[in-house]
């Protein structure tokens, strides 16, 4: 079983009393995270799944149906207990907060499920200061290989920080093919056979629009959430318009933005906005939309660009849930439309910058002196060309994705 780079965060005892919610795209190994945890603590039938009659039916009878495990737990620490799909209950929140509030302090709780964790946050809710959210992405390159990442400390610098990934002399150029060709979801990517792939991506896109989305949303036709869906993979690396998808698909520039936020609440999207340092205005501007399954880009390029998206996000958001710092993903787009793919920012300032190239080439001079009139930060170029390292004295690194990825 390939263990995920969140169980260490996610699980951390730092993290005291508080609930542990982890979110995340369907199928990425919510569930699979927390039951090996369980397991690994010889703890497994402190799992509830709340799809279950059996689950359900004992809530019914006694809303306290795990009590006496709580209190005949003899074991070292509190008693983890994991509740899976318990939002699909009425009243879900207030279920929580009681069991919280009565079992704090023999207790640690974990809860799994839909986006809908992550969307009820955004809105509100009584839970207030009673968890933390985590969120699980697609597998890394890193957790393929079975290592451990890399992680920085407070206040490190980006150029430290690839150096100590630079020290790491390997290259796993075909673990890296079966993640491009085959997705990071844990059972395609394993699996590694392109006939269950079409068949595993296509069940996952009717299951999305018509299970989560549905849902989570007051979308009425969630036809149109699909076809846009369907039009996304050529628009990724690019602007996204929202007024040119309105054109194609024919609905209202309001039901263009309500599908896409749509696709963002169920992570089938996340979207990068270019950096400002006037947030207002970076606000107002087109941002770039990447799929959590980059595998949905025919386009080598943009496949590429698109997987070296989720692994940065993944990265950053990883050290945002350990309380490193406030790391967000941004983009780089001049007046002269010279672009940069991706800039990781730290508290609101400029951190690192990325460019995502298929073959090794000489980093373009626009991105040298984005680099300098954003404070001498590092240019890091990732390739897909294998057994790629070149460094110059001036932070520039040129580097294969195989390598930089693997730690």
Not at 22 to 41: H, I, M, Y
Not at 154 to 173: D, P
Request: hydrophobic share 40%; aromatic share 12%.
């Amino acid at each position: 079983m390939i263990k995920r780079h969140l169980n260490e965060v996610c699980f951390s005892p730092g993290f005291g009393r508080q609930m542990r919610f982890v979110a995340g795209p369907r199928q990425v190994g919510k569930t699979t995270l927390a039951r090996s945890f369980l397991e690994q603590l010889k703890i497994s039938k402190m799992y509830y799944n709340w799809d279950l009659r059996k689950t359900r039916d004992a809530f019914r009878n006694d809303p306290y149906f795990f009590e006496t495990m709580v209190y005949d737990f003899s074991g070292q620490g509190p008693l983890w207990i994991c509740f899976d799909e318990i939002h699909k209950m009425p009243k879900w929140k207030n279920i929580l907060k009681d069991y919280f509030d009565k079992f704090e302090q023999h207790c640690r709780f974990i809860v799994t499920g839909s986006a809908r964790l992550d969307w009820f946050r955004r809105s509100g809710d009584s839970l207030a200061g009673r968890y933390f959210l985590f969120r699980l992405f697609p597998l890394s390159l890193s957790e393929l290989v079975g290592k451990k990442p890399i992680y920085i400390e407070e206040g490190q610098s980006a150029e430290e920080f690839i150096e100590r990934k630079l020290a790491k002399v390997t290259y796993e150029a075909d673990l890296l093919e079966q993640l491009l060709n085959f997705s990071g979801f844990p059972e395609p990517c394993l699996k590694a056979k392109s006939t269950f792939h079409r068949r595993w991506q296509r069940d996952m896109v009717d299951r999305l629009v018509r299970e989560d989305i549905r849902d989570l949303t007051r979308i009425m036709d969630v036809e149109n959430v699909a076809t846009i869906m369907s039009l996304l993979p050529e628009r990724v690396g690019g602007l996204l318009s929202l007024n040119a998808i309105r054109e194609d698909v024919g609905i209202s520039y309001t039901a263009v933005k309500n599908c896409i936020s749509a696709l963002q609440l169920s992570y089938a999207v996340f979207l990068i906005s270019p950096y400002s340092s006037r947030i207002a205005r970076a606000i107002k501007k087109e941002k770039k939309c990447y799929f959590f399954d980059w595998t949905r880009c025919p386009d080598k390029s943009r496949r590429f660009e698109n997987y070296v998206a989720v692994e940065l996000k993944s990265m950053i958001e990883r050290w945002n849930d350990q309380g490193i710092g406030d790391f967000d993903l941004c983009f780089i787009r001049t007046k002269e439309r010279k672009e940069t793919d991706f800039l990781i920012v730290n508290n609101q300032k400029p951190w690192c910058l990325f460019e995502a190239k298929l073959k090794d080439q000489t980093i373009d001079n626009h991105h040298l002196k984005q680099a300098k009139a954003l404070g001498d930060i590092p240019v890091v170029q990732i390739c897909h060309q294998n057994k790629v390292l070149k460094k110059s004295d001036n932070q520039l690194f040129r580097i294969s994705a195989s390598r930089f990825f693997n730690s």
